[in-house]
T-cell receptor, first 114, second 116 residues
């Protein structure tokens, strides 16, 4: 398996633009997580899915953020409109059930909003 | 809410020496798992070691071992015979599943420098 695949690796956009981050989890994994990493706040859980269903989105900062998982092999995180404070590295991770299983992380998307 | 604290933002060690990274956590749950992840400059998060809370025996993976003190809610990582490739950010993480909700919380990380 190729691991968790995220795209793009880098994204530079202007304030107000829509940004879509993509993730392909490892085949067979039941859980998918979206994390945001910044120097100030570290790794923050934004949302996670279990069997394609969003379970907890309490970490999503605002209504500008939305995430979908239309099928078991694909998820998106969308920011509309983007703001400079959204600049961060966004990670997608997946794992098997149960929760004691380790997370497999993608390489992250470095987002810069100018 | 569960919290994970890594009190050492940065640490350094000489090659071949031993270093210990600290982690404490706060929880009222009895069943949970603890992890150490490594993040090299490539950004890829890599699992280093995992500890089940119900196990008293400390986990070991080659040069990496933990000192798990459940009562003290402490979970430190010891790296023996440090190598240049060990230089990275290290994150302590807590994971549990209770009340139908998954909880996975990371500390803010410790940057480890390995000096030749």
């Amino acid at each position: 398996d190729a691991g968790v695949i995220q795209s793009p690796r880098h994204e530079v956009t202007e304030m107000g633009q829509e940004v879509t981050l993509r993730c392909k989890p490892i085949s067979g994994h039941d859980y998918l997580f979206w994390y945001r990493q910044t120097m100030m706040r570290g790794l923050e859980l934004l949302i996670y899915f279990n069997n394609n269903v969003p379970i907890d989105d309490s970490g999503m900062p605002e209504d500008r953020f939305s995430a979908k998982m239309p099928n078991a092999s694909f998820s998106t995180l969308k920011i509309q409109p983007s703001e400079p404070r959204d600049s961060a590295v966004y990670f997608c991770a997946s794992s098997f059930y149960p929760f004691n299983e380790k997370l497999f992380f993608g390489s992250g998307t470095q987002l810069s909003v100018l | 809410a569960q919290t994970v604290t890594q009190s050492q933002p940065e640490m350094s060690v000489q090659e071949a020496e031993t270093v210990t990274l600290s982690c404490t956590y706060d929880t009222s749950e009895s069943d949970y798992y603890l992890f150490w992840y490594k993040q090299p400059p490539s950004r890829q998060m890599i699992l280093v070691i995992r500890q089940e809370a119900y196990k008293q025996q400390n986990a070991t993976e080659n040069r990496f071992s933990v000192n798990f003190q459940k009562a003290a809610k402490s979970f430190s990582l010891k790296i023996s015979d440090s190598q240049l490739g060990d230089a990275a950010m290290y994150f302590c993480a807590y994971r549990s599943f209770q009340g139908g909700s998954e909880k996975l919380v990371f500390g803010k990380g410790t940057k480890l420098t390995v000096n030749p």
